[in-house]
């Protein structure tokens, strides 16, 4: 039985005084549930906050990307050694904001994907179609194709690695992001099938205990028909990840 995990991208929000205030709640809130995972991936310069509130307790944390290099001239990047020493658990690799905004491609995520994992952190590599690729019937095929890159794209001893760190896989539909409009729970079921499928070609063992997780506009009044399907392994919450009641109502569902 896969553990449900509940990840909330803050993306570019919060302050030193807001994040206190929301970290405490989520605390407050979740510190008894002991059955799912829960984690916030937070700015990199939260990382430090975020180690300091959240060390000792039950809510991980992360980081939204990493570099695709190790080190060098690199000037403004972040690589995955560098969120390592703050303990991080995870991180997001291939988020769609960081496709379509930095033109990145699947190579560049699966470079990304391959420091996080030889780092020793469990990425969250996101996928998913965007409204026209769905509309022109090619949604899974760009699903495929985002997946290969982290597959068949990398040698065989950095998929071992991911393997070790348990990599997480978050289909995100692109139309559902940030704007009300979700997947319905049989869309997003279909689509996770079809992934843990492509996984099992590889390893079957691993496709039974990979978690894929939904992201795309998940709120409270969704989220438990999203979470009850069964290759729905739980979700990856960007707006309601910033409301602590609504953050903590998504766990308690999750768990
Ligand atoms: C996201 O950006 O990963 C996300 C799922 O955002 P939202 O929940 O706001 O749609």
Redesign the pocket.
């Known amino acids: 039985m896969r553990r449900k995990l509940v990840v909330g991208?803050w993306?570019l929000n919060g302050s030193l005084s807001e994040n206190k205030v929301l970290i405490a709640s989520l605390l407050k809130n979740l510190n008894t549930i002991q059955t799912t995972d829960f984690a916030i991936c937070v700015p990199y310069t939260y990382l430090f906050q975020a180690q300091a509130l959240l060390t000792g307790t039950n809510i991980f944390w992360g980081a939204q990307n990493v570099s695709q290099f190790r080190d060098g001239a690199h000037t403004s990047s972040i690589s995955a050694h560098m969120i390592a020493d703050f303990d991080c658990s995870f991180a997001?690799i291939g988020?769609?904001?960081r496709r379509a905004l930095s033109n990145e491609s699947n190579q560049k995520a699966a470079k990304r994907f391959a420091r996080v994992v030889n780092a020793g952190i469990t990425p969250i590599y996101?996928v998913g179609e965007t409204a026209e690729e769905r509309a022109e019937g090619l949604a899974e095929n760009v699903v495929k194709n985002q997946i290969l890159a982290i597959t068949y794209g990398l040698d065989e001893s950095t998929f071992e690695y991911a393997k070790q760190v348990d990599m997480v896989i978050?289909y995100?539909p692109v139309w559902?992001?940030?704007?009300?409009r979700?997947a319905s729970p049989q869309q997003a079921q279909d689509m996770h099938a079809f992934i843990r499928d492509l996984i099992a070609k590889i390893d079957a063992d691993f496709s039974k205990r990979v978690r894929i997780i939904y992201?795309?506009?998940?709120?409270p009044d969704n989220a438990l028909a999203l979470l009850s399907m069964p290759d729905i392994d739980g979700?990856?919450?960007?707006?309601?990840?910033l409301i602590a009641e609504e953050f903590s109502q998504i766990c308690h569902l999750a768990s």
């Open positions: 991208n993306k997001i988020h769609s904001e996101c978050a995100e559902a992001i940030g704007n009300g979700t992201g795309g506009s998940v709120t979700g990856l919450i960007g707006r309601c990840s």
